[in-house]
């Protein structure tokens, strides 16, 4: 056995045989085939009578199986990573070389020049020549998958069969940069449990799982893209895995996978709580959006924060003739920067760190560009730090987005989409009440611009969603760093809840409902089923395979909820082209008087205590009811 595998070590470890080494073994082989054919039909004591006749003759058979070989291509490829369709063009290949044979004995056997092989001689000579050639191909890659690597690699199940598990064992048992050996298979299909799949058990997917992973001594899960799903609507089992102490990898990048391309080990990662929490598959028809964006110039104001930068990549996908991506951090619009000149360097890109709040140069910067589109995301968005802030939730929310919208009329904008927040709805924060100004503001001037008392063609149109997945801010990376750190986790109530949504699906349904929209909507995105934040926290825990870890609640932060909403109580939703996307009613208001009211708070708030500046937002928006904040005290009076 040492000799076998030395000799297969040194096999293995040359990149590949020259072409005409296999081509040599075939022919051997097919000798081979020639002689026990014949054997078998006339006896050992025949072939010795005949034996260099019958040399010559399969001498010159082996030129029908080289215009086979040469035909087919069957020497090209390397052996150890043969595949059914490999197996096939050795068989056509043989099929062509039986039927030339059959047509070279009735032109030159009757000379005498050849020795004469009846139908069934040849026949019996092609399966046993197929025989070979597969057996020696089938024999090399076993070798290869099995002896070489059995013992270096991890043992690991693959959840999924079928198309999307299949797809995963076979990239990695024929890949040589693998660690993984499939040891079994997982399954919620009953008609698949406890059969075998590529010689590996397929067992059920169900909470003895762990208890059999650990019998195996396999203590690795790869799930595929396809089964993610089941994964996430199971989340004991999962439990009882990460309790185990197995580790479970999925395939990052893979949301669209098809089963048909090829995902490498490189691909895999560690579940994320974000893979598990649970969520619909969002589709999103974006072709109208793509006909729209393609070749117009496109602004977007805070492109350098978590929904501006992904709204940049997806954007930029549509081949706008002209990228005016602007905000006030300027390392990460640095990065951007260099990420478009390396991924999109067709298209003209303007990065610029400015302030959307100084009139002067945004004015400077419509006039020189007049955007087609300006998707406006630009905002402060952190509840506590705004709810000690009014002054700059003022000037940079409310200010800020009126001197966007202003400038878009005034340049000739076909649509302006702001992003908001569900915080603006029922607000019991500075920050959301400021949101909720923005959507009050952007929506009378559209009817204003409808009804021609305000001169331009712009269209409004204004998207809610909650909470984004990575996104800067966001409570999951602020568990992970304590996680890191020993714990314990900060959470600032046992009850509270919240709606997640992936960046990409969000950015999607940002620009397919601001491109599609005709102004003057409020669009609602659904967020799906709502998490509560201490299960978030727990899971992590599990996840992260630590111990001793708790949980700390901290209580509600200034102006916190601890529920978010999407629709205030006195509104309805009408649908849409989009079943993830409603129409949210709201109450109308009058421009002038809108207007009127804003521009004043934006004007005096520089003189105004905290206290007079919220006051003033609350008159704006009388469903603004100050929650866990010192605000609360401008509700009683």
């Known amino acids: 056995m040492k000799s076998l595998r030395k000799l297969a070590g040194w096999y293995f470890s040359r990149e590949a045989l020259p072409y005409w080494s296999i081509l040599i073994l075939d022919l051997l082989f097919v000798t081979l085939a020639g002689f026990l054919a014949y054997s078998v039909n006339h006896g050992p004591a025949e072939v010795s009578r005949v034996f260099m006749p019958l040399v010559g003759t399969l001498g010159v058979f082996l030129i029908c199986f080289i215009i086979g070989f040469r035909l087919f291509h069957t020497y090209v490829g390397v052996i150890r990573y043969s595949s059914f369709a490999d197996l096939f063009r050795v068989t056509l290949a043989v099929v062509l070389a039986v039927i030339l044979v ?20 040849i026949v019996l000579f092609g399966l046993f020549a197929i025989t070979f050639l597969w057996t020696i191909r089938i024999w090399v890659k076993t070798l290869y998958e099995y002896i070489i690597h059995s013992n270096a690699r991890t043992p690991v199940y693959v959840f999924g069969v079928k198309d999307g598990g299949a797809a995963i064992a076979k990239n990695l048992n024929s890949s040589e940069n693998t660690d993984y050996k499939v040891a079994g298979f997982v399954t919620e299909e009953s008609d698949m449990q406890n059969r075998l799949l590529m010689g590996a058990r397929v067992h059920p997917f169900d909470s003895q799982l762990h208890s059999r992973m650990m019998r195996d001594n396999v203590k690795t899960l790869i799930v595929s893209p396809m089964n993610m799903k089941s994964l996430r609507d199971n989340s004991d089992i999962v439990d009882s895995l990460a309790d185990a102490g197995i580790k479970i990898l999925v395939f990052s990048g893979a949301q669209e996978w098809d089963a048909k391309a090829a995902l490498r080990q490189k691909n895999l990662k560690p579940i994320d709580i974000e893979d598990l929490l649970p969520r619909q598959k969002i589709e999103v028809d974006m072709k109208a959006a793509a006909d729209l964006l393609s070749g117009r110039t496109v602004m977007i104001t805070g492109a350098a924060g978590s929904i501006g930068s992904e709204m940049v990549r997806q954007i930029a996908t549509y081949k706008p003739s002209r990228m005016v991506l602007i905000d006030q951090a300027e390392t990460p619009m640095h990065d951007v920067r260099l990420e478009m000149r390396e991924r999109w360097p067709s298209i003209k890109a303007d990065t610029i760190v400015a302030d959307i709040t100084d009139l002067t140069n945004m004015e400077r910067i419509f006039g020189e560009t007049h955007p087609d589109y300006v998707f406006h995301a630009a905002a402060y968005k952190h509840v506590p730090m705004m709810e000690d802030n009014p002054y700059e939730s003022v000037i940079n929310n409310i200010s800020g987005t009126k001197i966007i919208a202003d400038l878009a009329v005034k340049y000739g904008t076909r649509k302006f989409v702001m992003v908001s927040t569900d915080k603006a709805v029922n607000p019991t924060n500075v920050m959301g009440c400021s949101k909720r100004i923005c959507e009050i503001y952007v929506q009378s001037l559209d009817k204003a611009v409808k009804e021609g008392s305000v001169e331009g063609r712009t269209q409004f149109v204004t998207t809610r969603f909650g909470n984004v997945l990575g996104s800067n801010g966001s409570v999951i990376p602020l568990f992970q760093r304590q996680i890191r750190e020993g714990g314990p986790i900060t959470v600032t109530h046992p009850d509270i809840i919240r709606f997640f949504m992936l960046i990409q699906e969000a950015c999607k349904l940002v620009i397919e409902a601001g491109t599609m929209g005709n102004g003057g909507e409020i669009y609602v995105f659904d967020m799906g089923e709502p998490v509560k934040i201490s299960d978030l926290a727990r899971r992590m825990i599990r996840l992260s ?67 007079e500046i919220v006051a003033r937002m609350k008159s704006l928006v009388p469903e603004y009811k100050s929650r866990n904040s010192r605000y609360e005290c401008l509700d009683t009076e």
């Not at 059959?102 to 001689?121: E, K, R």
């Not at 409603?582 to 206290?611: N, P, Q």
């Open 102 to 121: 059959f047509i070279m004995q009735l032109l030159v056997a009757p000379t005498g020049f050849l020795l004469t092989f009846s139908v069934a001689d």
């Open 545 to 611: 395979g630590a111990r001793n870890i708790d949980i700390v609640y901290t209580g509600l932060r200034d102006g916190e909820k601890l529920y978010e909403e999407v629709l205030d109580s006195k509104e309805i939703t009408c649908q849409t082209f989009h079943p993830k996307i409603k129409i949210a009613k709201v109450r109308e208001y009058g421009f002038a008087e809108t207007d009127a009211r804003i521009k004043s708070l934006i004007e005096e708030c520089a003189s105004m205590e905290d206290m």
